[in-house]
């Protein structure tokens, strides 16, 4: 082992002990985090209006500071663009964060988008959170696994646009101004890529000059991922290579991180694309709290980082829309159960829901799964559906009958004469489609009756709702679709749910034009 990857390998262990003792201590850290971050905030506009130079306890914080929703708290992050300073955060505010596939109220400050304050503190804290993810990959492989070969990271375009006295883009393209050189020089892809923003062109410079590249680790959105597989491996049979899958094309590919959505409805596909065994490890992170979990083990919940500038805290799922919602610390919040997020942040964001629902696994260390959204669920008929259980319910398929997916969607079909009863239509992209379709939407079926006791119940005798219909539609169905709507790329995801009637009928008549 050289130098360079000896000090490396001793940064990640020194990493590593720090991640471990915080997470034996989780709720102790977390106190300190609030209390760190209050005093750092007391003497702006937020911290004046809300006393947090008196503020003690998570108690006090709760019953002092309100939640916030994003159009309240907009109208005053969003001074900053007319130059403002010291308003929820110490100094001024200089880049946001446009958040994807997620809108603010008509209306509202920034509407049609979310701008979301990326402070000093939150990008030194968002690199930290690199740093960390870096080590346990090096703990899973070993050093030379990430040191031996370059990481590849599938993000949106770094361009960022003006905004008054501010600068505003994806997330991508901010904390890699901030990195340091060498670790940027180890990154693909390069810099003219990276700010492309049109996503097929984007794909097309990767194919071409990285086809072969000394890819060590490749961090994307699974689906996005999964597009950039098969352009390589078109690529390289035209090219007559002879190699039939990622890993011959990258043979230092050891790792995928997975961001934005499961990654369990993917796994099988990507065995069959990489070829041969690899780590994987799943994130959870926002644009508002930057990376808050990482995978620790192979197939296992994934690890809160409860040490990084950020203070979280849990609602009852089942609460998580009333306006006194019990708001519990880690401390107070119980194994198994369902809680929607709040975060206060070093990027000067205060008891701001996600909108994600997470479940302890355990909680020392605190270890969760991501179980759906608060308000993105299937239930036209009162069913009652979770991303969560949807989710479980695909990758259950898959593995029953062999299927491999490349996207899915999930619509209501409404009761009309004649069929007086409601059912759920599937609509599914393959990249291996089941022998048998029958036995692939049964397990689905199966999956979510096991999980959701509302479901089962509308399905008992299809009394309230009919079997699912499995639609299949043809190949880049949902990569046209995705490319009307301007969405191509980044974390970008299609919508597991469909958001309107019309959704489903415009991906159906996309694949009928393709050709299904």
């Known amino acids: 082992m050289g130098l360079v990857a000896c000090v490396l390998a001793m940064d990640f262990r020194r990493r590593w002990r720090i991640f471990e003792r915080s997470c034996a201590r989780p709720v102790e850290s977390q106190f300190a985090v609030l209390r760190g971050l209050l005093a750092r905030a007391a003497s702006t506009e937020w911290g004046r209006?809300?006393?947090?130079?008196?503020?003690?306890?998570?108690?006090?914080?709760?019953?002092?500071?309100?939640?916030?929703?994003?159009?309240?708290?907009?109208a005053s992050w969003h001074k900053?663009?007319?130059g403002a300073a010291d308003v929820?955060?110490?100094?001024?505010?200089?880049?946001?964060?446009?958040?994807?596939?997620?809108?603010?109220?008509?209306g509202a400050p920034g509407a049609g988008n979310k701008y979301l304050p990326v402070t000093a503190?939150?990008?030194?804290?968002?690199?930290?959170?690199?740093?960390?993810l870096a080590a346990c990959l090096a703990r899973r492989g070993g050093p030379r696994s990430i040191t031996d070969g370059r990481a590849l990271y599938l993000g949106g375009s770094t361009i960022l646009i003006p905004r008054g006295k501010c600068l505003h883009g994806d997330a991508s393209g901010i904390v890699p101004r901030h990195i340091p050189s060498w670790v940027r020089a180890r990154s693909l892809p390069a810099d003219d890529i990276r700010g492309v923003a049109n996503w097929q062109e984007k794909i097309d410079l990767i194919v071409e000059r990285y086809l072969t590249a000394d890819v060590c680790a490749l961090g994307a959105c699974p689906s996005w991922a999964a597009l950039l597989f098969k352009q390589m491996l078109h690529a390289a049979e035209a090219r007559g290579l002879g190699r039939r899958t990622i890993g011959e094309l990258w043979p230092k590919l050891r790792h995928f991180i997975s961001y934005g959505m499961s990654f369990q409805p993917y796994r099988r596909a990507f065995d069959q694309y990489v070829g041969r065994d690899i780590h994987y490890t799943g994130t959870y992170s926002s644009s508002e709290a930057g990376m808050s979990a990482i995978q620790v083990d192979d197939a296992g919940p994934l690890r809160l980082i409860v040490d990084n500038g950020v203070f979280y805290e849990f609602i009852p799922a089942g609460r998580a829309q009333d306006a006194d919602g019990p708001r519990l610390h880690l401390g107070e919040v119980r194994q198994a159960e369902d809680y929607a997020v709040l975060v206060s942040t070093n990027g000067g964001i205060w008891a701001l829901p996600l909108g994600d629902v997470v479940r302890f696994e355990s909680l020392s260390p605190p270890r969760i799964v991501f179980a759906g959204r608060t308000q993105l669920q299937l239930s036209a008929f009162g069913e009652h559906v979770t991303l969560g259980s949807i989710e479980k319910a695909v990758a259950a398929a898959c593995e029953r009958t062999g299927a491999t997916v490349a996207d899915?969607?999930?619509?209501?079909r409404y009761p009309s004469p004649e069929s007086p009863i409601p059912a759920h239509r599937w609509i599914v992209e393959f990249d291996r489609p089941p022998a048998d379709e029958a036995a692939f939407i049964a397990a689905a079926d199966q999956s979510i009756r096991r999980e959701n006791e509302d479901y089962d119940t509308h399905r008992t005798g299809d009394y309230g709702l009919l079997p699912p219909q499995l639609?299949?539609?043809?190949?880049?169905?949902?990569?046209?679709?995705?490319?009307?709507?301007g969405k191509l790329g980044g974390q970008n995801?299609?919508?597991?749910?469909?958001?309107?009637?019309a959704m489903a009928e415009e991906l159906l008549e996309i694949s009928r034009r393709l050709g299904r």
Do not use: C
Request: proline share 9%.
């Open 49 to 74: 209006r809300y006393g947090f130079a008196d503020i003690r306890t998570p108690e006090q914080y709760r019953a002092r500071v309100p939640v916030s929703d994003y159009e309240t708290a907009a």
């Open 408 to 412: 899915y969607t999930i619509a209501p």
């Open 121 to 132: 503190d939150a990008i030194r804290g968002n690199i930290r959170a690199g740093g960390l």
């Open 80 to 82: 900053a663009f007319d």
């Open 88 to 106: 929820a955060w110490p100094g001024h505010v200089r880049y946001f964060a446009m958040s994807s596939g997620t809108t603010a109220a008509a």
């Open 471 to 485: 639609i299949p539609v043809a190949p880049r169905t949902f990569y046209e679709w995705m490319k009307a709507k």
């Open 493 to 501: 995801k299609v919508p597991r749910v469909a958001l309107s009637p």
